[in-house]
C-alpha cells in the first residue's frame, strides 16, 4: 500500500475501498479526485475531493489518484475536514491505495 498526507493529525471526513471513476481539474487548477462512493463529510459534493493546485503535495496527490484511476486500485481517501473546496467539497488529506 502507498500513501501520502499532508497533515500529521486524523482525518476529519473519509471514504474508504472506493475507486476513482474521473480526474478534473478546473479553471483555477483545482482537481477534483471523482469516487464510485459517497463520502462522510458532510458536504454537498459526496463523491469528490478537491486537491488545490496551491496544496503543498498536490503533485503527489494527483499522481496517486491517477495511479489509482489507470491500475483500478481501491483507495482510502480523507479530507482535512469542512466543504472548503469552491464551498462544496473536502480538500484531500490523504490518499492511500490498496491492492
Known sequence: M??????????????QD???TSIVTWVDGTTFVILNRENNCGCSQKTRFGIPA???HAKSYIAQAMLAYATDSKVFVYGAGGCTVHGSTPDLYSISLKK
Do not use: D, L, N, R
Not at 2 to 15: D, H, I, R, Y
Open 54 to 56: 496551491s496544496a503543498t
Open 18 to 20: 472506493a475507486t476513482v
Open 2 to 15: 502507498f500513501s501520502a498526507s499532508a497533515f500529521a493529525t486524523g482525518p476529519a471526513c473519509e471514504v
